[in-house]
């Protein structure tokens, strides 16, 4: 207990100084990053489950989410954010996530903020770009559109390595759907999950162990009713036994119409409070 504890006591002071980054730093200009930047290449091809979400119309979720951590002051950092592409990558039953924001970010006054004497290792990578290294996170403001985060166990990804995808992306395989999302600047939530097993057990609490492939589930504001959102998800299986069984599942627990396509289930439309939106990708980050 009192080492979680001090990780979100950790978490929380990096957040923090985050955010004095945020919202009082000059607006010194950076060099100019190299290509097109892709944020979820920067995240990886192999995550357990990529999360984007655009900021705009989902502040009501996105707040209490950050805030969660960071304090009350993470809204004026919100204020800067256009969109938040996140990837978490479950290792030994622990939890490292890769964070790319994407907005308009000020520029200066890092070495002020991540100082020596507070924990933080000023580093550059061969491309000059610095980062500062913690003991549970890694933050790099690369230019004035990008903000990036690096949060895990010792073993988490170097941040030395994700800023070289800046300029050589490590692109995931998605599905239309999801990628179309990412590029539309649509205001939907869209999550894809490639380890089915990890997504099931966050939201319902216990690891089935079922065979499951990918899933994905997409969200928009409900816009004739205040305070809600409606959903779509939908489920691969390996096998057929596998799809009946979580169809009787979400049935009898969802009370909902589930379509089954061959080995896929289909919830389709269907509504969602807030607060169980904002439960839910608390429980997938796992801090």
Excluded: H
């Amino acid at each position: 207990m009192n080492g979680r504890l001090e990780l979100k006591r950790i978490i929380r002071n990096t957040l923090a100084a985050l955010i004095v980054i945020l919202v009082f730093a000059s607006c010194k200009t950076a060099p100019p990053l190299p290509g097109i930047v892709r944020p979820f290449g920067m995240i990886g091809d192999d995550a357990d489950m990529y999360i984007y979400m655009p900021i705009e119309k989902n502040k009501k979720i996105a707040e209490p989410i950050l805030t969660s951590v960071g304090g009350e002051s993470m809204k004026q950092a919100l204020s800067r954010t256009t969109a938040v592409y996140s990837g978490v990558f479950v290792k030994d039953r622990l939890t490292e996530i890769r964070i790319c924001a994407t907005g308009k970010y000020p520029y200066g006054m890092t070495d002020s903020i991540f100082k020596k004497k507070n924990g933080w290792a000023p580093k550059k990578t061969k491309e000059k770009y610095k980062y500062y290294k913690s003991s549970y996170v890694d933050i790099s403001i690369p230019s004035p559109q990008i903000a990036c985060l690096v949060m895990g166990p010792d073993n988490r990804q170097n941040m030395e390595v994700f800023l070289g995808k800046l300029s050589k992306p490590e692109e995931a395989m998605f599905s239309e759907r999801f990628g179309t999302l990412v590029n539309s600047g649509s205001q939907d939530i869209g999550i894809f999950v490639t380890n089915g097993d990890f997504f099931l057990g966050q939201i319902i609490g216990v690891q089935l162990g079922l065979p499951v492939g990918v899933i994905e589930m997409y969200l928009k504001k409900n816009p004739e009713v205040e305070n809600e959102y409606l959903y779509d998800l939908s489920i691969e299986t390996k096998n057929v036994m596998t799809a009946s069984l979580l169809k009787l599942f979400f049935k009898k627990q969802l009370k909902a119409d589930v379509r089954l396509e061959e080995n896929k289930l289909i919830i389709e439309n269907r509504s969602v409070t807030e607060s169980r939106i904002i439960e839910i990708i608390k429980s997938l980050y796992n801090y």
